[in-house]
């Protein structure tokens, strides 16, 4: 956690609680606040009721909160009655009949993309920059661990590493190289859809824009075996200005697809 965010967030932790043990480290740094009252002096704050870790962050004034849970709500109904290989996220992968790709998420941010593609056969690896994201979407994946339904996929094929997508590339070795690599960087919305409004927003407050999304491309096409899937808002320009061989589109979103 830089410095500017630590004076921005805190942990909420009332009296007679404890504080989860955290493996990022840094965000054990945060201020530990037990009078409710005093959370009003942050844009945010982490805390850990009900067994989750959740983000609450102030938009307009109001506070809204965010944990990433795959075995509830929109992520696991997209899971099983989301369109399959037929949707356009699976297209644009390139998922066959027999063919489960290694796929590597650059921007693994709530794993929301990344879990429908494990749920479709995908094999994935997440990397995450951001502490605060890395930490919700490690406490959703332990939790899915331990789920009687998804359990098994999420412990064999779906994995985060919290680290630099560069660096993480740059310390790849020729033998590991995915089959595919998948980019959705923060891209500022347009539109008014409630709900993805709500969770961009609070992501937003934790990591700002992702100014430096442009330079994740040539990496990302050098350590591709096949392509390389950039997930776009349908109004966004092409990542790089590079112009991809093929397009997908979607509702709201464009899937640029670049051979390798
Ligand atoms: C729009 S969100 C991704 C949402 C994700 N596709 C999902 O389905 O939940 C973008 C995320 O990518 C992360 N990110 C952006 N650039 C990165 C980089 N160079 N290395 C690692 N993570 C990065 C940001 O911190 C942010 O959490």
Redesign the pocket.
């Known amino acids: 956690m830089n410095d500017k965010n630590k004076n921005r967030f805190a942990w909420y932790q009332p009296l007679g609680t404890r504080r989860p043990a955290l493996t990022i480290a840094c965000l054990a740094e945060l201020p530990a606040i037990n009078d409710e009252s005093r959370l009003a002096d942050f844009d945010g704050y982490f805390s850990a009721d009900d067994g989750r870790i959740k983000f609450t962050g102030r938009i307009h004034d109001q506070w809204q909160s965010l944990c990433v849970d795959f075995r509830e709500g929109s992520a696991d109904y997209r899971r099983q009655h989301g369109g399959g290989r037929k949707q356009a996220i699976a297209r644009a992968v390139g998922l066959k009949h027999n063919w489960n790709p290694s796929v590597l ?10 879990f429908v593609l494990c749920g479709l056969g995908c094999d994935m690896t997440l ?4 502490p605060a ?1 890395a930490l919700l979407l490690e406490d959703g994946i332990a939790r899915a661990r331990q789920d009687e339904w998804i359990g098994e996929m999420m412990r064999d094929r779906f994995r985060l590493e919290h680290t ?3 660096q993480y590339l740059a310390s790849l070795d020729q033998d590991h190289r995915p089959d595919v690599i998948y980019l ?3 891209y500022p919305a347009r539109r008014k859809n409630a709900a993805i409004k709500k969770e ?1 927003r609070l ?1 937003k407050l934790l ?1 700002g824009e ?1 100014p ?2 442009d330079s ?1 491309l040539v990496p990302a096409l050098q350590a591709a075996n096949k392509r390389v899937v950039v ?1 776009r808002p349908d109004y966004a320009p092409f990542l790089a200005e590079r112009k991809p061989d093929i397009e997908i589109t979607s509702k709201s979103h464009r899937f640029d697809v670049y051979l390798t």
């Open positions: 998420d650059l921007t693994g941010g709530l794993g929301r993309d990344a990397i995450e920059r951001s994201v630099e997508a560069r959705d960087p923060m961009m992501i990591v992702d430096d999304a994740l997930k």
